[in-house]
């Protein structure tokens, strides 16, 4: 048992080096670029959940080349229906990527995991996405997803669950830094004042920089509970 959570720890921990040191290399961004539209269709598909939650309904989500995306209601809700679902997008990847590192240390969590996620992206793609690039590319997530579900190799398959999660909580964490901005981009247009955080003011109170801090704290908490259960359920094998 120990060795086998050795293996375990070690996938996690080089995930997580692997993903700090190609953010910050030249050519970082190009091998980031998948993990970051999986970002992307996570952040959206927590608003189109929450949206369906809400009684707002989910109409469609775009995933764009340049890794930004909408997600768009069907009808109209309430002022708490509103918040929940501006909120949704940060929160919501925060806490799957925390689910995903807890989840995925096992090789049958793993292969769960990946054959999960393929299908979920398969059927988003299917019933949800529109437009023509984010298709494409959640069609090839979905392929790749399940492909690598199914190859015999065991460290394989947990050190890139390992990897799709700690981009995940990462990501949640970097993508936050937009919303101190005044405005952002989207599909390549600037628009002002049309973040979540923004929309999440508008709904309720404070300020668009109030609810970036609000968001930002609840990444680093999901990340650090899933560390620390990862740890504890590590120590426990080591007893």
């Known amino acids: 048992m120990l060795r086998v959570g050795h293996k375990r720890q070690r996938a996690l921990i080089l995930a997580l080096l692997a993903s700090l040191l190609l953010w910050n290399l ?4 190009l091998v980031l670029y998948p993990f970051k539209l999986l970002a992307t269709w996570l952040h959206e598909m927590s608003h189109g959940v929450v949206m369906v939650l809400s009684g707002a309904g989910f109409h469609h989500l775009e995933i764009f080349q340049d890794t930004s995306g909408v997600a768009q209601a069907k009808q109209g809700v309430s002022a708490v229906g509103r ?28 292969r769960s995991v990946l054959a999960s996620l393929g299908a979920a992206l398969g059927i988003s793609a299917f019933v949800w996405i529109q437009n ?29 669950v390992n990897f799709i999660a700690a981009e995940a909580c990462i990501n949640a964490l970097l993508d936050i830094r937009v ?5 952002m981009v989207i599909n390549g247009v600037i628009v002002d004042g049309a973040s979540d955080a923004h929309n999440m003011a508008d ?36 007893d």
């Open 26 to 29: 030249p050519f970082g961004g």
């Open 83 to 110: 918040a929940a679902i501006h909120s949704a997008g940060y929160m919501g990847t925060a806490f799957f990527g925390a689910v995903l590192l807890v989840v995925g240390q096992t090789r049958t969590g793993a």
């Open 132 to 160: 023509d690039f984010g298709q494409t590319a959640t069609y090839i997530g979905m392929a790749v997803c399940i492909a690598i579900s199914l190859v015999p190799s065991e460290r394989l398959a947990i050190l890139v």
């Open 179 to 183: 919303l101190f901005r005044t405005e």
């Open 203 to 238: 709904a309720t109170f404070g300020t668009h920089v109030l609810w970036a801090v609000v968001w930002l704290l609840w990444s680093c908490l999901c990340f650090f509970i899933a560390l620390r259960i990862i740890y504890l359920r590590h120590s426990g094998q080591r």
